[in-house]
């Protein structure tokens, strides 16, 4: 067969279409195109969506207060998304962020309310490595039941969210329950193991600087790493990984290690930075908004910062554009799916087969 | 309280509400199954089974009409899987992720409208559901007539659904052709099957399914909605899919153990059994993955299962 | 003067392409009423392509189809079949866990009826077989057929459905001699019956011997048609590659002085996917500077092999090692780094379509230092070491970070070449090296192979096409059925011979 020359790039404009868009543009457009749908709903229940959106940037972005709210919702984003797009680059299809992230809290709040006298640099860290090894427990179990016993990855991690969720449930309920306050909570983490506001008068955490160091790492890890260069080789073609000797079972199982860590970093965030205690329902679907993160960013750790930032703003404004527009806040789920679904359709997320 | 359990009325009761629990799941398993059979999963049914359920209860509290509220939730559930059907066979998305997309977005959906409806308020609307419909004579025979012949007229439907499927799968040319398609699909291209247009109409009846899974729980079983009436029970569904190796007989066996376990976590909690109800509430999910990890392993169903068919690349 | 006969199907100015690439330029061919017709041309020619228009499969940029002279349009393969046009694909198109009277009922308009009737099915088709010496077992499920009955459950189906012509790709390339020889009658008895044929083939024999007119095709336009009793091989070799083709490539003579035994294969047995035997206690040694070749047609356990060799599948008895070390049981890894290079069957197998040719080429030792050091990579090296090979290996692409796909399937083969035979392994198994390579390439690499056989490498060669077998080897096994039916050195070695060991007689 012969080749025609490559055509240049004015007739590649012309030729717009999902498959062969370069990636920024098509997330630009993916974005535009959810908030239109969403626009236009918003329209058909009877408010206005200009007010809407108008009402969810100022309260995002509008004051120090709102933005750094943003980035508090931001950072479990970021760290879940950096675990999703580890699992997701090497094809495994990680849906239980959302349990991994509880698993981190968990942890996180039993080592903060059970040990005290322990000096803040090295509370830190021990809570944050608590967190990081809830998740990774809890990423590991369907990491191994997928590598030795080929166990359908999708179902497993989304049964041990709504497990690992009840049991959080339980531990604020009774064991875990902090009496003198009454309502289903756990005791105060020692001081000493609070993520420390790094900007006064907000709720803005060390953990978010630390999610966007996590990035730096996560992008080391995935080009630079003899692990990552193999989690992306069993991603992209786990045969050939395997005929040229990759260690698939491992890779695979250490790839779910490191995702739900991350994940469960994204916990000890919440509870160590922003609760300062377990709180029964603490995440309100991050570890599912993540995936949208996720794949929005294309999968590239540096793309998971910005596009947990859009994502965190919806959350946060959420509240405003019900309160300033009637708008009810599950728009933003929508809006959420809708995101996805167009991704999906988006053929550069890695073709899964 | 060990008495309490195994007396006859306890079973009595436990059986029949085992398979008034396991209807909802196993008319959304059936759907996913000719989905699937025609090579495509659609992980949005769990996201699809709650707008059913929202649709159903909308339509049937305004219209003082249950059947007509039951099949406008199926209506809904169509609707999206035909959204479902496009994105994978127009468009060739990843069917994984666009499932997950329509799983958000349709429970987004369902939130939004429940609220732009019914608003927040402490007063929640309710109906009447479906009453049973005792078969004469056979609703006589002791334990086993109120627990089979002693339903709602959809679980009467539910269970005729699985030999209606097995004869359509063995002896009808249009399941043959789903077969083939989610088999291998460039051979049922090469037959002059329309392998796009099977596997749309497969999908969104799949949809149609879901949604009549999703709208039987609060008109049949509840009485009412709220957003989280029917958490895990898409999920519940593809599992039981597999484990019934995509079969109407194990499937059916499928939705039975998982119908039971959801009965029984209801008896032992309403009879305070000694055990935290969280963990009660955890039992289905449990109970999932344990089908999932002994039972199905790495059985992968259709051999075109997640892969977008094209005439160029075949 | 004779009447002469009527252009079935006429195809006038097809073109086609795919993106950028031109699979068919202005084709013009016709088929006439109870000929066999050969379309001649090396892979990617553009034959396939050719046929699938003709079938429906793929519609034509440009062009027109006639049949009986009325112009048609073809639409899929639904509307070739209207048409009486009928093909059988080198892939068959058949639904493996179906039974037979299935995969031939499925497409056939059911009229109104609610249920299929397979009685009636059945019975055309046991009528069908008897006629035409096809026998099948209308309830076996397709799984279970050998490949010679799944072939012919693809010309039943086309029979099935009253087509005039029939359209045979490649349908040789899985058959033994003996099934071709059947295959060859069945033909002959078709056309005799008032069948017209297209037979496309790559093979210059088969074309010459049971074809009427051949037509050559060469990267997409024909380059002529002749009638078969005036062609000969050598026009018809250079029609296809548009050359003088040597038909033998030079050979150093054997350095016999530093023979070593490498790899060392003893009673070695292992089971397929489904569970059976695909290897059956197979013993065989290959030595330094030597190039073993094992010739067979594809499906008779040679994948199995050398997965096993290579540490893909277990052996279930027996074992094999290399330079003396047991490597029975080892891992992919293992293996790979006990001086054996792999060259996969199938060159998607063998590299990373989205991975770049600089990643492609560090599979097999990008953990190994100096390339990485603490898990680190080093990527600077592996980007210089990536261009020296591409240099060396003649391997064209812009720069080394390309993606790996967007490489022609001549130059993906030479890309895993450089990766397998830069790490200087002592044993190369190379597993149908050229298939899906145009001519330029092949030559390449069987040049390359000689002059690493010359340097001291053994080489365990697995191909279908014998007439490389009989080229680059310096002794032949042929497998069948999972065992080795006969040894024969290059002198020994013939076509015939070759043949009926293939077909499970001993010679």
Redesign the interface.
């Known amino acids: 067969?012969?080749?025609?020359a490559?055509p240049d790039w004015r007739t590649q404009v012309k030729r717009l279409n999902?498959n062969e868009m370069p990636s920024w543009l098509s997330t630009i457009l993916i974005v535009v195109l959810a908030f239109l749908v969403g626009g236009i709903?918003i329209f058909a229940?009877g408010a206005s969506p200009l007010a809407a959106y108008a009402a969810l940037l100022d309260a995002a972005f509008g004051d120090v207060n709102g933005f750094a709210e943003t980035m508090v919702k931001a950072c479990p984003l970021i760290f879940a998304g950096l675990g999703i797009t580890v699992a997701f680059r090497a094809k495994f299809?990680n849906?239980g962020a959302e349990g991994q992230i509880y698993a981190g809290g968990i942890a996180t709040a039993l080592v903060g309310i059970s040990i005290s006298d322990l000096p803040a640099l090295i509370f830190i860290p021990v809570a944050l490595l608590a967190g990081a090894l809830g998740g990774a427990i809890i990423g590991f179990i369907p990491g191994v039941?997928k590598a030795k016993?080929?166990?359908?990855e999708?179902?497993?991690t989304?049964?041990?969210n709504?497990?690992i969720i009840?049991?959080t449930?339980?531990l604020v309920?009774?064991p875990m329950r902090d009496v003198s306050s009454g309502i289903t909570i756990s005791p105060q983490l020692d001081r000493a193991a609070w993520l420390p506001i790094i900007v006064p008068q907000t709720r803005f955490h060390l953990g978010i600087l630390l999610a966007v160091g996590a990035a730096f790492i996560v992008s080391w890890l995935l080009y630079?790493?003899?692990?990552g260069?193999?989690l992306?080789?069993v991603g992209?073609?786990a045969?050939?990984?395997?005929?040229?000797?990759?260690?698939v079972e491992r890779t695979i199982i250490w790839t779910m290690i490191i995702s739900g860590a991350l994940a469960g970093l994204a916990g000890t965030a919440e509870v160590s930075g922003v609760q300062h205690r377990l709180v029964e329902s603490f995440s309100p679907g991050y570890g599912?908004l993540a995936?949208?993160v996720a794949?929005l960013a294309n999968l590239e750790p540096f793309g998971v910062v910005f596009s947990s930032i859009l994502f965190a703003a919806l959350l946060n404004g959420a509240d405003a554009m019900q309160r300033a527009a009637a708008v009810?806040v599950?728009?933003?789920?929508?809006?959420?799916?809708?995101?996805?679904?167009?991704?999906?359709?988006r053929?550069q997320?890695?073709?899964?087969? | 309280m060990l008495q309490e359990i195994i007396s006859i009325a306890f079973i009595s009761g436990f059986l029949a509400a085992t398979l008034r629990m396991a209807s909802p799941i196993l008319i959304t398993a059936l759907g996913e199954m000719v989905t699937e059979r025609a090579g495509i999963m659609d992980l949005g049914i769990e996201g699809i089974m709650i707008l059913g359920a929202f649709t159903g209860f909308c339509i049937a509290f305004l219209t003082g009409n249950l059947w007509l509220g039951f099949l406008f939730g199926g209506l809904a559930g169509m609707l999206f899987g035909l959204i479902m059907g496009i994105a994978s066979v127009k468009y060739r998305a990843n069917q994984i992720v666009a499932g997950l997309g329509i799983w958000i977005l349709c429970q987004g959906l369902s939130s939004l409208l429940n609220r732009r409806v019914f608003g927040i308020s402490a007063f929640r609307p309710e109906i009447t559901t479906f009453q049973p419909v005792a078969i004469p004579i056979l609703s006589e025979i002791p334990i086993l007539g109120n627990t089979v012949f002693n339903q709602n007229l959809i679980v009467y439907i539910a269970l005729l659904l699985v030999p209606v499927f097995i004869i359509f799968f063995s002896r009808t040319a249009q399941g043959l052709n789903i077969d083939a398609v989610g088999e291998n699909p460039r051979a049922a291209d090469a037959a002059g099957l329309d392998v796009g247009v099977i596997r749309t109409l497969a999908v969104t009846f799949g949809g149609l399914m879901a949604g009549f899974g999703g709208a039987y729980l609060p008109l049949a079983l509840y009485g009412l909605y709220t957003d989280d009436l029917s958490t895990g029970l898409g999920w519940m569904a593809i599992a039981i899919v597999v484990f019934g190796k995509w079969r109407p007989g194990g499937i059916l066996a499928g939705a039975l153990i998982f119908g039971a376990s959801n009965a029984l976590q209801f008896r032992l909690q309403a009879m305070n059994f000694p055990l935290p109800y969280q963990f009660l509430l955890m039992l289905p999910f449990m109970v999932t993955l344990v089908i999932v990890i002994f039972f199905v392993r790495g059985d992968t169903g259709p051999s075109a299962l997640t892969k977008p068919y094209s005439r160029a690349e075949g | 003067m004779t009447v002469q006969p009527e252009a079935v199907v006429q195809l006038c100015g097809i073109s086609m392409r795919f993106g950028k690439v031109i699979a068919n330029a202005d084709v013009e061919f016709d088929l006439l009423t109870g000929e066999i017709h050969g379309l001649l041309g090396e892979n990617g020619a553009g034959k396939t392509t050719l046929m699938n228009i003709l079938f429906g499969m793929y519609q034509p940029d440009e062009g027109e189809i006639l049949v009986h002279n009325q112009p048609v349009k073809i639409h899929s393969p639904h509307d070739a079949i209207r048409y009486g046009i009928g093909m059988v694909h080198q892939h068959f198109m058949q639904v493996p866990t179906l039974r037979v009277v299935d995969n031939v009922i499925l497409g056939l308009s059911s009229a109104g009826r609610v249920f299929l009737d397979r009685d009636s099915v059945r019975q055309r088709l046991e009528c069908i077989s008897e006629n035409y010496g096809l026998k099948i077992d209308p309830n076996a499920y397709i799984w279970q057929l050998s490949i010679g009955d799944r072939q012919r459950v693809e010309i039943l189906k086309a029979l099935y459905r009253d087509v005039q012509v029939l359209i045979l790709d490649e349908p040789t390339s899985v058959l033994t001699p003996k099934e071709t020889e059947e295959l060859f009658h069945t033909v002959n008895t078709l056309v005799s019956d008032g069948l017209s044929v297209i037979f496309i083939t790559h093979h210059l024999e088969e074309a010459l011997s049971i074809t009427d007119r051949i037509t050559v095709l060469r990267n997409g336009s024909v380059v002529g048609t002749i009638p078969t009793s005036s062609a000969s091989k050598q026009e018809l070799a250079s029609m296809m590659v548009g050359r003088e083709v040597l038909f033998r490539v030079k050979r150093e003579e054997d350095n016999e002085s530093s023979r070593r035994e490498v790899l060392r294969v003893e009673g070695l047995s292992a089971l397929n996917d489904r569970d059976l035997p695909a290897v059956r206690q197979v013993s065989f040694t290959v030595n330094s500077g030597e190039i073993v070749g094992i010739a067979g047609v594809d499906g008779n356990g040679q994948s199995e092999l050398v997965q096993t060799l290579t540490g893909l599948r277990p052996a279930t008895h027996g074992k094999f090692s290399v330079d003396g070390v047991d490597l029975t049981g080892a891992s992919p890894r293992h293996v790979l780094m006990h001086g054996v290079g792999h060259i996969t069957e199938d060159s998607e197998d063998g590299l990373i379509g989205e991975f770049t040719l600089i990643e492609n080429l560090m599979l097999d030792m990008h953990y190994m230092p100096p390339y990485s050091k603490h898990g680190r990579l080093n990527k600077a090296l592996m980007a210089e070491k990536a261009r020296q090979l591409i240099k060396q290996y003649d391997v064209r692409a812009p720069d080394e970070s390309v993606k790996a796909r967007t490489l022609s399937g001549g130059n993906k083969q030479k890309l895993m070449l450089a990766r397998e035979i830069s790490r200087d392994p002592k044993l190369l198994i190379a597993a149908h090296p050229t298939r899906g390579v145009d001519i330029g390439a092949e030559e390449y690499i069987r040049g390359l192979l000689l002059e690493k056989r010359h340097a001291g490498m053994a080489i365990l060669l697995i191909s279908t096409k014998l007439d490389e077998i009989l080229s680059l080897s310096d002794r032949i096994l042929i497998m069948e059925r999972g065992r080795i039916m006969g040894e024969m050195t290059r002198e020994e070695a013939n076509i015939e011979r070759i043949g009926l060991l293939m077909a499970g007689s001993e010679a």
């Open positions: 067969m012969t080749e025609i490559k999902p709903l229940i299809w849906i039941l016993l080929k166990v359908n999708v179902i497993t989304l049964m041990l709504y497990i009840q049991l449930a339980y309920h009774s630079q790493t003899i692990l260069y193999q992306r080789a992209e073609r045969r050939t990984a395997r005929f040229l000797g990759i260690p599912y995936i949208a794949l009810p599950p728009v933003i789920y929508v809006i959420e799916g809708l995101v996805i679904l167009f991704v999906a359709i053929v997320v890695r073709r899964a087969h």
